[in-house]
């Protein structure tokens, strides 16, 4: 089962960035590199709703509210996978849980699809 670890949440004032990372682990060695790796987010009273993926060898996709102000990317090295968030607005103000699947058909959008979620931080940003 793979374990993941946000970190990097916290309170931003509107127009500014924040850096988002989470950490992939499994307890037995085996690659973390293939594994499609999301950014969901879930503010007060709302469904939990996607914000970027990363697939395959590195393609992207973006929900349309953030894109053009966030960057999903990866470091295979080192597990993990950041959310670089520019121009940061209040609506933009969830947790943020990261997301791991593998061999997963269908689209990277559906919540469901995702065998693994960490913890989530939140992400607060005021005007």
């Known amino acids: 089962q793979v374990q993941l670890v946000e970190s990097g949440g916290g309170l931003v004032q509107a127009g500014g960035p924040l850096k988002l990372s989470c950490v992939a682990s499994?307890?037995?060695?085996?690659?973390?590199?293939?594994?499609?790796r999301g950014w969901f987010r879930q503010a007060p009273g709302k469904e939990r709703e996607f914000v970027a993926a990363i697939i395959g060898i590195g393609g992207t996709d973006y929900a349309d509210s953030v894109k053009g102000r966030f960057t999903i990317s990866r470091d295979n090295a080192k597990n993990t996978v950041y959310l670089e968030m520019n121009s940061l607005k209040p609506e933009d103000t969830a947790v943020y849980y990261c997301a791991a699947r593998s061999g997963a058909t269908g689209s990277q959008r559906l919540r469901d699809s995702y065998a693994a979620w960490g913890q989530g931080t939140q992400v607060t940003v005021s005007l």
């Open positions: 499994r307890p037995r060695f085996s690659s973390l590199s293939s594994l499609d």
